[in-house]
């Protein structure tokens, strides 16, 4: 079958077209759907920070009470100690105090810790 030359240069041009086309396309979506590096990196896992024995007495007040503030900035430096990877906070953080208990939210993670300490 033998086509003549105005039909195949319609095919020709038709087929160049489309390879620009979905050239065109390919560059297009995969801008809107790169991946963010920082979601990726913020999908790390991060351990419970452990506040040891020797922070006791920087977080009680003279009362023998939790101190809310001295317990916050215990806690940040500690999940930034022992969690290296950890560049930043990009969401927030919660706390829930009681009597003997803090309650800690940070994104997924839900970490509790009981305050011990001799009530004199």
Known sequence: MKLNRKTRLTILIILICSCISSTAASI???KI???????????????KPIIGKNYISKILTSQNTLDENKFKAVFLTELKKQNKDLKF???????QFNKTEVGVIYKNYKWFYKIVYNNN
């Open 89 to 95: 906070l990009d969401d927030v953080i919660s706390f």
């Open 33 to 47: 759907f790169t991946v963010n590096s920082s979601l990726i990196e913020s999908q790390k896992t991060l351990s």
């Open 28 to 30: 297009y979506f995969s």
